[in-house]
């Protein structure tokens, strides 16, 4: 098991951050349905868990992406609108998507992944592969 003192956010009480997961995916759905996808992937990727270990919070907060995710019909029209301070962890997750096997999710990450990988470039894989301290 890491010790707290190698990831910061470690001390941090996970009920608390499941908490901030819960809240953040009742703003999503309300997002949605104000048909607003994009928005809803920022809200999605805000505030990621990413120095946890715990399984939990990693798995909760990534329903909250892929609902986000899977909502994305204008891959296009979403860089737009995505700030590229959201590449990186937006790779991340992309990746674990693909690892799930699911068809549905893995075209979307597909699709994703290669409009990302033109927009930003071979870089963001890279730095998405080699952190693995913020992992997702």
Sequence with gaps: MASSAAYPDADENLEAIITRIEQKSRKIETLLKQSKPVEALKTALEGSPLKTRDERCKSANWIVVHRA???????DGMF????????DILM????????T???????????IHEKLTEKAGLGCILRSLADTINTV
Aim: charged share 30%.
């Design 92 to 99: 991340k997750y992309l990746y674990r998507g693909l690892s």
């Design 80 to 87: 737009y609108s995505l700030d590229p301070e959201y590449y």
């Design 101 to 111: 096997g699911d068809r549905p999710t893995c075209d979307q990450c597909l699709k």
């Design 69 to 75: 995710m899977m909502a994305i019909r204008d891959v």
